[in-house]
């Protein structure tokens, strides 16, 4: 076995930490038949993940995640990738790991920032694709950032149920599974404009599903009570339901190149109810600069 | 549509040219839905299919080859690469294009040499897959060399049909794909222990063959006569029959690095008579070291 030690945060997600990676499997003569374990958070899982997927055009891996927002999403789906500087994500592949492996207890260590910002994945799946999920979560949100096991596993495996059911029947993202970016439009735009590592990305995808919610509610989809229900469950979690102090016009352009802007048109995931989502590609723009202006620091 | 020119030669399929190639399409806003044209030789089809592989986690895009290498060989397969200093095509994915479009016109212009280092891979298809090709090839050597269209565009064709067959059957080269890499492994290693460039590819794999011949002779699979054969059409076809003056014991090294090199144990594709091939996995390094030395510059 040979271990390879990255970096710690976002930031390793890059170029060069990926071609350190490969040297190093190459000075271990590593071969086709190598298996890569991605043993930590989310970063080390996409960048583990991409360099499996295009070291000798494809090796297989194991996702071992130990944190919580890795556990409820990152390792589920298949999605590896590095950062750019105009982008987070931008360059990767849909490589599925061999398997899944989730041990609660390494949770235990887990600074309470980013307990929360797992917890913004596990509130994503309750709110886009399952009511009840969404109430059991209202009801035990106490229980997690406790971190009681009981709690911690239901909600670690309802969250794979549910994400898995998506990615199976859409694994590249051609149309269903773009429900999983729910908040995420807005919240990769405040992760790049606020810079790699200041936000963690469930910290963004928190205000950023606060963001979509009142999008939502703007466009007549959802109830200003459901919104409040929204941003309470979100606040209680834990998370910022307010973007950094970064001009709105700022941040849309970085919404601009996000990849989900297929063909210059930016598509979003509205709530149309508690547990229910919708893909939209009309949303103007001058609502997306007002919803930016209305959930920010600097509009306060 | 956005025009992006890479530098000429192998040495730009490296990662400083994939960034600038990732930069222009980001810097172009091209979202999940651009078609990347590879219109170019086999570094071309390389790096845009590697690219297209990996923006956004893959992009579609269109093989338009210009030299015999890349419309006999390179954009069949869905082989995309970039190389690394330790070795050729070590970072890459499988990738199919929406199509490969060859116009045999564009061969007028190529450098002779070029059109050699074609033809070793049009040999190649011959001597691994058809007996009867491979004769059409020893009858037709010189109308290919005298560029005509008829011959050209038949070569061509067959050997994209041979080479198709092999891929449909297997695409990840899990097994008789590697039939494929014929005179490659000691190809490969001759090109990297030269440095990228000095050889062309075709040039280093016109070599390998004829020492993959040796070693298929010498494992008792071929005669003494079909080797001639083999040695014969290379050197028609303008390609060396010799390795450069490198010492035995280094190009072995690079042949091990290789990738083909699977669990430590290399494995070769050897003639069993012309248009029939094997691969085995149970060559003595010995063995290698002897045909390298009987086919290589220094021992002149």
């Given at each position: 076995?040979?271990?390879?030690?990255?970096?710690?945060?976002?930031?390793?997600?890059?170029?060069?930490?990926?071609?350190?990676?490969?040297?190093?499997?190459?000075?271990?003569?590593?071969?086709?038949?190598?298996?890569?374990?991605?043993?930590?958070?989310?970063?080390?899982?996409?960048?583990?993940?991409?360099?499996?997927?295009?070291?000798?055009?494809?090796?297989?891996?194991?996702?071992?995640?130990?944190?919580?927002?890795?556990?409820?999403?990152?390792?589920?789906?298949?999605?590896?990738?590095?950062?750019?500087?105009?982008?987070?994500?931008?360059?990767?592949?849909?490589?599925?790991?061999?398997?899944?492996?989730?041990?609660?207890?390494?949770?235990?260590?887990?600074?309470?920032?980013?307990?929360?910002?797992?917890?913004?994945?596990?509130?994503?799946?309750?709110?886009?694709?399952?009511?009840?999920?969404?109430?059991?979560?209202?009801?035990?949100?106490?229980?997690?950032?406790?971190?009681?096991?009981?709690?911690?596993?239901?909600?670690?495996?309802?969250?794979?149920?549910?994400?898995?059911?998506?990615?199976?029947?859409?694994?590249?993202?051609?149309?269903?599974?773009?429900?999983?970016?729910?908040?995420?439009?807005?919240?990769?735009?405040?992760?790049?404009?606020?810079?790699?590592?200041?936000?963690?990305?469930?910290?963004?995808?928190?205000?950023?599903m606060v963001m979509a919610?009142?999008?939502?509610?703007?466009?007549?989809?959802?109830?200003?009570?459901?919104?409040?229900?929204?941003?309470?469950?979100?606040?209680?979690?834990?998370?910022?339901?307010?973007?950094?102090?970064?001009?709105?016009?700022?941040?849309?352009?970085?919404?601009?190149?996000?990849?989900?802007?297929?063909?210059?048109?930016?598509?979003?995931?509205?709530?149309?109810?508690?547990?229910?989502a919708q893909i939209r590609?009309?949303?103007?723009?001058?609502?997306?600069?007002?919803?930016?202006?209305?959930?920010?620091?600097?509009?306060?």
């Open positions: 076995m040979t271990p390879i030690v990255i970096e710690d945060g976002e930031r390793a997600k890059d170029w060069r930490t990926l071609e350190s990676v490969f040297d190093q499997l190459l000075a271990a003569h590593c071969g086709r038949d190598t298996v890569l374990v991605a043993l930590g958070g989310g970063v080390v899982g996409d960048l583990a993940g991409f360099a499996a997927a295009v070291y000798q055009r494809g090796i297989s891996f194991l996702q071992v995640p130990t944190t919580l927002l890795a556990q409820v999403d990152s390792s589920v789906g298949g999605k590896t990738a590095i950062n750019h500087p105009r982008g987070k994500n931008m360059i990767g592949a849909f490589h599925q790991p061999l398997a899944v492996v989730s041990d609660i207890a390494t949770l235990d260590s887990l600074p309470e920032r980013e307990l929360a910002a797992g917890l913004a994945e596990v509130i994503k799946h309750g709110l886009t694709l399952d009511a009840s999920f969404t109430e059991w979560l209202e009801q035990n949100l106490g229980a997690l950032r406790r971190r009681e096991p009981d709690a911690l596993a239901f909600a670690v495996h309802r969250s794979c149920e549910l994400k898995a059911q998506v990615v199976a029947s859409d694994e590249r993202e051609s149309g269903v599974r773009a429900i999983l970016n729910f908040g995420h439009t807005f919240g990769h735009a405040i992760e790049a404009g606020a810079g790699y590592g200041e936000w963690l990305h469930g910290e963004a995808v928190g205000a950023g919610s009142e999008l939502s509610m703007r466009a007549g989809l959802l109830s200003a009570r459901e919104a409040a229900r929204v941003r309470e469950l979100i606040q209680r979690a834990g998370l910022p339901v307010r973007g950094p102090a970064i001009p709105p016009e700022q941040l849309l352009q970085w919404m601009r190149v996000d990849k989900k802007a297929g063909g210059g048109r930016m598509r979003f995931v509205l709530l149309s109810g508690i547990g229910a590609a009309d949303v103007e723009e001058r609502a997306i600069l007002e919803v930016i202006r209305a959930c920010s620091a600097q509009s306060q």
